[in-house]
């Protein structure tokens, strides 16, 4: 039987991103993939965000080998080990006090879903009230905790039952003429909202597969204020938007914020592994032992990547590498695809290395997709309707291979386009 055979014939059904990208991967080595037949693939996909330091780092590869080969411990729920122990100190040391940033950390299941359930708990146990929002377009996962967040019709509507205990506002770019924090401060204060106060507050700032949105710094402040204000904890999801995706490593850092938690997943894992891990602040850490747990949380291949990963983010100064590719990206986009095709509705959105083109329409968008893939460049799509191709390379893609997937990209919509 055919490879290819194997998975139409026993994988179940609900698998989704191997249907736009018929072909069987075998290696892959910073930004490109290699298949069974030989053929190699640019990487502007990215795991959706979890391999934001490019396939195969060598670096953080490298500490990974190193462990293994020590036999070092691989499971072993939430013990004390020394992996965990050096992780915890270097996410402290290195990335979190220099910042000013005050948190403790918990480990979830090692995925961003466990993690937007575990903060969720925090939430509503330390400030005793069920009813949490969140902002039209969100994705905070697919579990039914975190489903309640997450708007997209069709993820809902596969939980099977009523997702409730959440209100969605409209997030600000959906209608600029509503101001929605006095829109929020009205559903506190008039008697006859029918909305109950909630606990907390869930936000990406940049909204990725709700169609790229990246929500403005004054916004965020005015955000935080307005969750100071009422008692309200806010909380920051990094999950696919953090670890230096935007050109800092939290996405909130541009908007000189302190959120009331974080959640961190995907990239974190250094180099695909799985891992999770929720930042709180000291004062809100208020489960009991035991009151949330998972099988692997202990997962000690994700400790020893992830503490690679941070050190490779300094060492690499990544950061300053992202806000370069941003404006590479920026420039290309602007010149080859709104100057030429604007005035037929087609624009740009995005921050760092997270770049959007809405195409407007669902065929539009798939059309783009599929030439890109015929002419060996993996992405995807996203927001309403699937009609914004999502460009996400990773962080520290060379920039000439930056530059042909771009060329890539530029000669999909061209071809694309011609056709309209």
């Given at each position: 039987m055919q490879q290819k055979e194997i998975f139409e014939t026993y994988e179940s059904d609900v698998r989704s991103y191997c249907r736009n990208f018929p072909a069987v991967f075998t290696t892959a080595v910073g930004s490109v993939v290699t298949d069974v037949d030989g053929n190699s693939y640019i990487d502007f996909f990215d795991g959706a965000g979890a391999l934001n330091y490019g396939h195969n780092n060598p670096y953080i590869k490298g500490k990974v080998i190193e462990y293994l080969q020590g036999d070092g411990v691989m499971h072993w729920m939430d013990m004390m080990t020394a992996p965990k122990a050096e992780l915890i100190e270097t996410m402290q040391t290195k990335i979190l006090q220099p910042?000013?940033?005050?948190?403790k950390i918990a480990f979830p299941g090692p995925t961003g879903t466990?993690?937007?359930?575990?903060?969720l708990k925090l939430a509503r146990k330390a400030k005793q009230r069920s009813n949490v929002w969140a902002y039209m377009g969100a994705f905070h996962g697919m579990t039914l905790g975190s489903?309640?967040?997450?708007?997209?019709?069709?993820?809902?509507?596969?939980?099977?039952?009523?997702?409730?205990?959440?209100?969605?506002?409209?997030?600000?770019?959906?209608?600029?003429?509503?101001?929605?924090?006095?829109?929020?401060?009205?559903?506190?204060?008039?008697?006859?909202s029918g909305v109950s106060k909630p606990a907390?507050?869930?936000?990406?700032?940049?909204?990725?597969?709700?169609?790229?949105?990246?929500?403005?710094?004054?916004?965020?402040?005015?955000?935080?204020?307005?969750?100071?204000?009422?008692?309200?904890?806010?909380?920051?999801?990094?999950?696919?938007?953090?670890?230096?995706?935007?050109?800092?490593?939290?996405?909130?850092?541009?908007?000189?914020?302190?959120?009331?938690?974080?959640?961190?997943?995907?990239?974190?894992?250094?180099?695909?592994?799985?891992?999770?891990?929720?930042?709180?602040?000291?004062?809100?850490?208020?489960?009991?032992?035991?009151?949330?747990?998972g099988t692997f949380r202990g997962n000690q291949l994700g400790f020893v990547a992830s503490k690679a990963s941070l050190e490779y983010v300094l060492e690499a100064k990544v950061e300053e590498g992202v806000k370069e590719r941003e404006a590479v990206m920026r420039e290309f986009l602007q010149k080859n695809i709104?100057?030429?095709?604007?005035?037929?509705?087609?624009?740009?959105?995005?921050?760092?290395?997270?770049?959007?083109i809405e195409m407007n329409k669902n065929a539009v968008s798939k059309a783009v997709l599929q030439e890109c893939f015929k002419n060996k460049l993996?992405?995807?799509?996203?927001?309403?309707?699937?009609?914004?191709?999502?460009?996400?390379?990773?962080?520290?893609?060379?920039?000439?291979?930056?530059?042909?997937?771009?060329?890539?990209?530029?000669?999909a919509v061209d071809t694309v386009m011609a056709t309209l």
């Open positions: 910042r000013g940033l005050n948190y466990n993690c937007i359930e575990l903060a489903m309640e967040l997450t708007t997209d019709r069709t993820d809902r509507n596969a939980a099977g039952i009523s997702l409730g205990n959440c209100t969605h506002i409209p997030a600000p770019y959906m209608f600029p003429e509503l101001d929605t924090i006095k829109y929020m401060q009205t559903l506190l204060d008039d008697d006859h907390a507050i869930f936000l990406e700032t940049v909204q990725a597969e709700g169609g790229i949105y990246v929500f403005s710094e004054q916004y965020l402040r005015d955000l935080r204020e307005f969750c100071t204000k009422n008692d309200i904890l806010l909380v920051i999801d990094d999950i696919q938007v953090g670890c230096c995706r935007t050109g800092r490593f939290f996405s909130f850092e541009r908007a000189g914020i302190e959120p009331d938690m974080v959640c961190l997943s995907k990239s974190i894992g250094g180099i695909g592994l799985p891992m999770a891990m929720v930042l709180v602040k000291p004062e809100y850490d208020s489960l009991k032992p035991g009151e949330h747990n709104v100057d030429v095709y604007g005035d037929k509705g087609i624009s740009i959105r995005g921050i760092g290395c997270m770049w959007g993996i992405l995807e799509r996203a927001g309403r309707d699937d009609s914004v191709v999502k460009l996400m390379p990773s962080c520290v893609i060379p920039m000439d291979t930056l530059m042909q997937g771009l060329e890539i990209v530029k000669k």
